[in-house]
């Protein structure tokens, strides 16, 4: 081999050995670790059409998410590319009647890839099993929803689509998508103490089969909830929340509930997270004793 080809040649042969090494020896491990991608996909919202792709990333750095449809023979249609920051994620999915399989890889800015999930191109399916799936969250495919075919040309129209119509048994004020560590799911909030059967006090869980409870739940109305710092959020009338006093906002940080600070005097009706901080707002004059009027964030 002549002396320039192989000084080249041998730094290249030198890093690949390194990376087979450490591919061996982290294998074990990354198999017991929580796959941090994850996927669901959910029937259309309010009647707009198209489904609705639930992506949750549990990662500590930002990239660039590539989202495709494979068809039964392996032909991949690009749908979309976004930036993707930790935490979750609904975006609309067009889909087509061949799509078999949505498959999203996520790569930092250098083009390596950092994760990569796949699901069922159809909304209320259970996601693949992580045997036909290789880095799905193995989460995700525990969630099992209620099939909900996307409408082929007919007239949309709204559907009993939990438990037979055995939904809450007074208001939803509020909705939201959480992924506890267990996948993604829907919460709701609202007047009810009741849902599917089971008392919850006013805020659910729906993780695509059945409904559940969040601990004790609250002992008023809840009219916020959004998802803030990997936590959920909730806000309203209550003054406890679970069995922790918490004025008009709680935090559940998926096996229990804690207050933030020493909440309000008054109503918290409205939750987002804006600029990377935590903005409520009600009818409460103050929060955590510091004179706010009615809008207040949390840092």
């Known amino acids: 081999m002549p002396r320039r080809l192989a000084r080249a040649v041998v730094p290249v042969l030198r890093e690949l050995l390194l990376l087979l090494c450490v591919g061996v020896l982290a294998a074990p491990v990354a198999q017991a670790a929580e796959r941090p991608l994850s996927l669901l996909l959910l029937p259309p919202i309010a009647g707009k059409g198209d489904p609705q792709l639930a992506i949750s990333w549990k990662g500590d750095a930002s990239g660039q998410l590539s989202l495709s449809a494979v068809d039964a023979a392996g032909r991949s249609r690009p749908l979309k ?16 009647a061949a ?8 790569r930092d800015g250098a083009g390596r890839e950092l994760a990569r999930a796949e699901h069922a191109a159809r909304p209320g399916l259970v996601a693949l099993p992580e045997d036909q799936a290789g880095s ?72 695509g089969s059945a409904w ?25 009338d209550f003054s406890t929340a679970g069995v922790t006093p918490a004025n008009r906002i709680a935090r559940w940080n998926g096996s229990a509930w804690s207050a933030l600070g020493t909440g309000m005097n008054g109503s918290v009706r409205a939750l987002t997270v804006y600029g990377g901080e935590l903005i409520a707002g009600g009818s409460f004059t103050t929060a955590g004793g510091t004179t706010v009027n009615r809008i207040a964030r949390w840092n």
């Open 99 to 106: 799509d078999e399989t949505l498959v999203a890889v996520l």
């Open 136 to 207: 799905t969250d193995a989460a995700a495919a525990a969630l099992k929803t209620t099939p909900a075919p996307r409408p082929k040309g007919g007239t949309l129209d709204w559907k009993a689509t939990f438990t037979s119509n055995d939904g809450p048994n007074s208001n939803v004020n509020a909705m939201t998508i959480y992924d506890d560590g267990t996948g993604p799911a829907l919460l709701i909030g609202g007047g009810f103490t009741t849902v599917g059967g089971q008392i919850v006090n006013r805020i659910a869980r729906w993780n």
């Open 212 to 236: 559940s409870a969040l601990g004790t739940g609250m002992n008023n109305t809840v009219f916020a909830l959004t998802v803030y710092g990997g936590e959920l959020i909730a806000g309203g």
């Open 81 to 96: 590319t976004r930036d993707l920051e930790p935490g979750m994620h609904l975006d609309a999915v067009v889909l087509q």
